[in-house]
Nanobody, 123 residues
Framework: QVQLVESGGGLVQAGGSLRLSCATS????????MGWFRQASGKEREFVAA??????AYGDSVKGRFTISRDIAKNTVYLQMSGLKPEDAALYYC??????????????????WGQGTQVTVSS
């Protein structure tokens, strides 16, 4: 069983930056694929980024602006967001899954989810 707790969301002006954190508990953190998704009001949950030993993957809308990373010693995964746009505003979720074909970009491919952290971007 894995528990995920996101933090770091907030209000930021367009063009600004935020760093989201996802603290995990449970065993074998380093073996999980970790992902970030987001869901804006009235829209489907969207893949943002994923990280595993094999590398990283990003959704097209965030490539070049967002960076996913993980600190194994702290059991934490991060999402550094730069150049934020109003369309980036959403509830951001951290997710975890075991072995999957790379890269898992669909919500159904993830087994564990956090409660989400809200990101608001003002224009």
């Amino acid at each position: 069983q894995v528990q995920l707790v996101e933090s770091g969301g907030g209000l930021v002006q367009a063009g600004g930056s935020l760093r989201l954190s996802c603290a995990t508990s449970g065993d074998s953190f380093s073996s999980y694929i970790m992902g970030w998704f987001r869901q804006a009001s009235g829209k489907e949950r969207e893949f943002v980024a994923a990280i595993a030993w094999s590398g990283t993957a990003y959704g097209d809308s965030v490539k070049g602006r967002f960076t996913i990373s993980r600190d194994i010693a702290k059991n934490t995964v991060y999402l550094q967001m730069s150049g934020l746009k109003p369309e980036d505003a959403a509830l951001y979720y951290c997710a975890a899954t075991g072995s999957r074909p790379w890269a898992p970009v669909y919500p159904r491919e993830y087994d564990y989810w956090g409660q989400g952290t809200q990101v608001t971007v003002s224009s």
